[in-house]
């Protein structure tokens, strides 16, 4: 380790709640993927893997139980990765692994790490995994160019990169109101445990992106409102009492509050649907959806509510909790309320911008949000270059929300290329 004062460091305000929700079955886990030109070599993965490390602290650690809180302390252990496995972010145990909180597979061109959320959000996942390949070129010949999203490994850690943001940022005297209504979810047979369907659409950004600005939506706002629209004609099929659709969003604070954190750093937003208001069209779907979104989105709210969440954790009562109440807390809540009230989320990295001598060597971006305890077809959003990939993580045996999403995307002139793990 170059500096001592990443030895340790407390987990983020996000972070704190995902050790409480882990379990044997399920774990808050995500996948960044990036394909190659070429074929991947482990040995010189399993070094730029050992250099990336020591210029990103954050992900060379493990996780150590206190008498108040959870903490993070420099990982003593060596890591490595492996061949890739069919089961996509698998659950995470705190004693496997060498205790680490990524695992980091290949498979032909590809490269991919399982990230459990305690670690960052998807932003510091990707300038993770950028600078990984980026040195991962370097030691095979390549000449590299540094910036954006690829860090230079032989620069020294920043302080600045690990920090919380949430507490740095939360001030607000405002009181923010957290209730939420129980929602529609489309279940249907459950796969067995650590199994999940996975489907990837491969489309033109460029393409998609004119189709939701002839809508005067932003992408995100598109396909969330698509994502609406399925849910809710899908419950008004079943015939049943129709209770409200949502979709959650996470949404990036870096751009609001200016923080070169690589930990985690957004906030759920979250977009509704009532069908009991009446029937609803696309188009009105899509209004409703770009306004709701865009009010939510305000900084002065984002900002109540990251104060909101921090209470607790600023609470004096709370603070001196044991650590055994506090897990079985979160532990009850999150198995009374897991995912009650969203039917889907949606998370878009948006666009990776990586040095053109980089680039030049990367195919595409792949990204993956883990399956849901209750929701199906969770989704994962990433743009590289003009190639923008679209997946669904669901664990449920059903596809009809997939199915309908793409052939939706089809029958407004997007071509889209499907991959998939089912058989």
């Not at 939360?170 to 249907?188: I, L, N, Q």
Request: charged share 25%.
């Amino acid at each position: 380790m170059k500096n001592n004062s990443f030895e340790w460091f407390k987990l983020d305000n996000a972070a704190k709640i995902f050790p409480g929700q882990n379990s044997r079955s399920w774990s808050n886990v995500f996948r960044i993927g990036i394909q190659l030109k070429e074929e991947i070599d482990p040995v010189v993965l399993d070094q730029a893997l050992q250099n990336t490390l020591e210029r990103i602290p954050s992900f060379d650690v493990r996780i150590r139980r206190g008498l108040f809180w959870f903490y993070f302390e420099k990982n003593p252990n060596m890591a490595s990765s492996e061949p890739d496995i069919k089961n996509l972010c698998y659950r995470i145990n705190f004693k496997e692994n060498k205790g680490f909180l990524f695992r980091l597979y290949y498979h032909g061109k590809t490269v991919s790490a399982d990230i459990y959320h305690a670690l960052c959000d998807g932003y510091g996942a990707v300038v993770f995994m950028s600078t990984l390949v980026g040195e991962y070129l370097r030691l095979r010949g390549h000449e590299i160019e540094y910036g954006a999203m690829v860090l230079n490994c032989s620069d020294e850690p920043k302080k600045e990169e690990v920090e919380d943001a949430y507490s740095r940022y939360a001030d607000s005297k405002a009181k923010f109101d957290r209730r939420e209504k129980w929602v529609y979810h489309a279940v249907g047979t459950k796969l067995p445990t650590h199994m999940s369907n996975y489907v990837v659409g491969t489309m033109s950004f460029e393409a998609v992106h004119a189709l939701a600005k002839q809508y005067g939506v932003t992408l995100t706002e598109f396909f969330a409102a698509l994502l609406l629209d399925i849910h809710y004609r899908k419950q008004l099929r079943e015939k049943k009492k129709q209770k409200e659709v949502s979709v959650q969003i996470p949404v990036n604070l870096r751009k609001a509050f200016p923080s070169e954190t690589l930990r985690n750093f957004v906030l759920c937003l979250r977009v509704k649907l009532d069908p009991n208001l009446g029937d609803y069209t696309f188009e009105e779907i899509l209004r409703s959806v770009s306004l709701q979104l865009r009010l939510a989105n305000d900084p002065k709210l984002t900002n109540a509510l990251m104060t909101e969440n921090l209470k607790i954790e600023r609470n004096p009562v709370a603070k001196f909790m044991p650590l055994a109440v506090k897990n079985l807390g979160v532990a009850l809540t999150f198995w009374i309320t897991a995912e009650k009230t969203t039917s889907t989320l949606i998370s878009n990295i948006g666009p990776v911008r990586v040095p053109q001598s980089v680039a030049e060597h990367i195919e595409k971006y792949l990204f993956f949000t883990g399956p849901g305890k209750l929701n199906g077809a969770r989704c994962g959003v990433i743009t590289f270059g003009d190639r923008l990939c679209f997946t669904f993580s669901n664990c449920y045996r059903e596809s009809d929300i997939e199915r309908e999403f793409f052939t939706r995307l089809v029958k407004m002139g997007i071509h889209v290329k499907i991959e998939s793990n089912r058989d």
